[in-house]
């Protein structure tokens, strides 16, 4: 059973990079072609998606609010995709998901919060 694990320090200071993690287990994302996506969401907001990448590609696609701040990379010894966000101000304070799919299902983490405050 695929299964998503997202990890990330739970408070970050304004101007610094945020840097999460999302472990995939239960399946090899070099031996499978997973779409993996992050997405967030803050307070009261609805989801929103951040960038995403095919597991076995290595160009990264990312929303245009997200392009200049966002990278997406891989590590395929540990079986992660991460994900880091430059300059991060108190609006990006949200709750960080990673999800993949592959073969027609959906596969999420439990979300990981993140609070950017000095």
């Known amino acids: 059973q695929v299964q998503l694990q997202e990890s990330a320090p739970g408070l970050v200071k304004p101007s610094q990079t945020l840097s999460l993690t999302c472990t995939v287990s239960?399946?090899?994302?070099?031996?499978?072609?997973?779409?993996l996506a992050w997405l967030r969401q803050a307070p009261g907001k609805g989801l929103e998606w951040i960038g995403y990448?095919?597991?076995?590609?290595?160009?990264?696609v990312y929303n245009p609010s997200f392009k200049s701040r966002a990278s997406i990379s891989k590590d395929t010894s540990k079986n992660q995709i991460t994900l880091q966000l430059m300059s991060v101000t108190p609006e990006d304070t949200a709750v960080y998901y990673c999800?993949?799919?592959?073969?027609?299902?959906?596969?999420w983490g439990q979300g990981t919060q993140v609070t950017v405050s000095s």
């Open positions: 239960g399946a090899s994302i070099t031996d499978n072609n997973f779409f």
């Open positions: 990448i095919w597991t076995r590609g290595d160009v990264a």
């Open positions: 999800t993949a799919s592959r073969m027609r299902t959906n596969y």
